[in-house]
């Protein structure tokens, strides 16, 4: 394997576990604000990326490439309402989209093919990932400052249930 793609691709297991981190940090805002619809929806956000990392974890592995596993950074925002919290998961998955681009790009240019096609169900999983992120910012400004709306959005929330990802390796 290409050496900047190898170190992609491994950077990509720290980054998706600094997500499942940050995720879980969202999760623990929403716990201490009493929303724990909100709170679940993120629970479940941190188990889909976790679930991310070891993909390129397995992914690696499978190549017969060494994996290094670097230290995970601390969240450390600071939020004061519930809606810059939902602002920074979309900001995040944007960044992330960006990341998963980087790789695509570093295999496009050496015609690893292979990784090109595991990247592929990132790519379409960002996507779906920015879509929710900017579902529930709509959903927060629709109905986030009349309480009852807000109850009702947060039992839609409490609602989600964790599935593992549909990319088996
Ligand atoms: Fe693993 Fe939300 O990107």
Known sequence: MDK???ELLNQQINKELYSAYLYLDFSNYFEAAGLDGFANWYMIQAQEERDHAILFY???QNENMPVTLDA???PDQVFTCNMDVLKA???HE???TSLINDIYGAAYDV???RTMQFLDWFVKEQGEEETNANDLISKMELFGSDPKSLYMLNQELA???YNPPSLVL
């Open 89 to 91: 998961g979309l900001e």
């Open 4 to 6: 900047k793609v190898h």
């Open 72 to 74: 995970i950074a601390k």
């Open 159 to 161: 609602g989600r249930v």
């Open 58 to 60: 397995t992914y690696l």
């Open 111 to 113: 015609r690893d093919f």
């Open 94 to 96: 944007k960044y992330v």
